[in-house]
């Protein structure tokens, strides 16, 4: 399962992230959880969606963090159609939207991946964290626009979350394929933040200054 997004990628910056991640984790306990995943494919079934939960979550997140706006009209614009109707307040995927607002603007980097959980089998688990990407990129493109303004590791690391969206994961209980997901979905986690510190971040804080 190593791809050469893990090999590219995660020398670039996850170790300084991960690093003061770790630094500020007794932040996280005041977040806003993610609701539970088997919900929000309750959600996205019952809309008629062609994406779960999963890839679903990666699309808020890259529309999120191309700098799409953070309302209720996040489902039609991130997945392109005009004819879904925004999630009612407080609903399971409103309750989505706000947990992953809150947790891309958190500086104690709370952000969290919706993923199956550990007792899933690991080739599920994979392709739900490469749906993740693909769900993520889409998103990202519309929100972004063609010339994202993006730091060279920005870059780079738009470029592993494309390899990775193009991956295919194999039935595996390997323990070396165990520890290289763990080592992937905290590389994605880390390149969606950098992705929304690049073109949303950045950008308020140099506009703060004039």
């Known amino acids: 399962m190593r791809t050469h997004a893990q090999q590219a990628g995660m020398r670039l910056f996850v170790g300084t992230i991960v690093g003061l991640s770790e630094t500020c984790s007794g932040l996280r306990s005041s977040m806003p959880d993610l609701p ?36 209720g009209t996040w489902l039609a614009r991130a997945l392109a159609d005009d004819a879904l109707p925004a999630p009612a307040p407080g609903s399971v995927l409103d309750q989505l939207r706000e947990a992953a607002v809150v947790q891309l603007e958190d500086r104690g980097f709370s952000f969290d991946l919706l993923l199956p959980g ?43 979350l494309a390899r990775l969206a193009k991956a295919s994961a194999e039935s595996s ?12 979905e905290e590389f994605v986690r880390v390149a969606a933040l950098l992705l929304h510190g690049d073109c949303v971040l950045g950008p308020r804080h140099r506009r703060s200054l004039n």
């Open 36 to 71: 539970d995943i088997a919900a929000v494919d309750a959600a996205s079934r019952q809309l008629g969606l062609a994406t779960d939960a999963s890839e679903l979550h990666g699309a808020l997140c890259g529309w999120l963090a191309g700098g799409g706006a953070a309302d």
């Open 118 to 160: 550990a007792d899933r089998p690991l080739d599920e688990r994979a392709e739900a964290l490469f749906g993740w990407c693909r769900g993520f990129l889409g998103a990202f493109g519309l929100a972004a626009g063609a010339m994202p303004p993006l730091s060279e590791e920005g870059q780079e690391a738009l470029q592993d």
């Open 173 to 184: 209980e390997d323990e070396e394929d165990e520890d290289a997901l763990a080592e992937l």
